[in-house]
């Protein structure tokens, strides 16, 4: 049978990693971003196991939007990881108008809105996998990370929630907690890449996660450079 796959923000960095690690692994997966990024190589290589949106997720309307297609294509959904997100780095007393908005909207709504609008296709299985990609910044106070640390604390607790509810139907959750890693956050840094980790080491520990979950539930998993935090 089929296995689904939703990955949010899948057309760069971690997440076009997890879209790749899947789609090497048969899941049929749908991506939703902004822009298309790598995604369009994807296609032509995976063609109709590989389905992309391209959406705001700043804005609710949009998530529904969404969530109404993958219910009209598919029954049952195997895997969710809310990837999608953004960091606008200031100290809270100095960041501008309206950053904490867009990043608890992106950080924290559209997670939270998509995964009730597409428990529905989890809950009748009583299976699924719900990843949240949370940060260092979901335990660590970062100067001149304001709201993005705020927005990250938020995210995993909505995670710690999400677990503790969806127990009796037998969905997972995990919360990634990722320090810094090798994207296009990092552009023009004149450190080594072996500072960072890769994208590819994050999509390797959610499939390990999956592989396991009869046995376990990796309910907080943290991932550092092997030198520690930049």
């Not at 959904?77 to 909207?105: R, S, Y």
């Not at 990092?186 to 046995?215: H, M, V, Y």
Request: charged share 20%; glycine share 8%.
């Amino acid at each position: 049978m089929q296995k689904n796959a939703i990955v949010t923000g899948g057309s760069k960095g971690i997440g076009l990693a997890i879209v790749m690690k899947l789609l090497t692994e048969n899941y049929k997966v749908f991506s939703v971003s902004r822009t298309i990024g790598e995604l369009a190589t994807l296609k032509e290589k995976y063609g109709s196991q590989l389905d992309i949106t391209l959406l705001d997720f700043s804005i609710v309307e949009n998530i529904l939007i969404f969530a109404n297609k993958i219910e009209n294509e598919i029954n049952a959904l195997d895997i969710l990881v809310n990837n999608a997100g953004v960091f606008l780095p200031g100290t809270i007393h100095e960041e501008k108008e309206g950053h904490f908005e867009m990043q608890m909207q992106l950080n924290v709504a559209a997670p939270y809105h998509l995964t009730r609008a597409v428990l529905s296709l989890m809950m009748p299985q009583k299976d699924g996998y719900i990843f949240n990609i949370c940060s260092t910044a979901s335990i660590v106070p970062y100067i001149n990370g304001g709201s993005y640390c705020i927005s990250k604390h938020a995210l995993l607790g909505f995670s710690k929630v999400l677990r503790k509810e969806l127990i009796p139907f037998g969905i997972s959750v995990s919360s990634i907690l990722p320090g810094a890693t090798l994207t296009d956050s990092w552009a023009g840094s004149n450190l080594p890449e072996t500072r960072f980790i890769k994208p590819e080491n994050i999509a390797n520990t959610i499939w390990f996660a999956i592989q396991n979950r009869k046995q376990m539930v990796m309910e907080e998993i943290l991932l550092r450079p092997f030198e520690g935090d930049i």
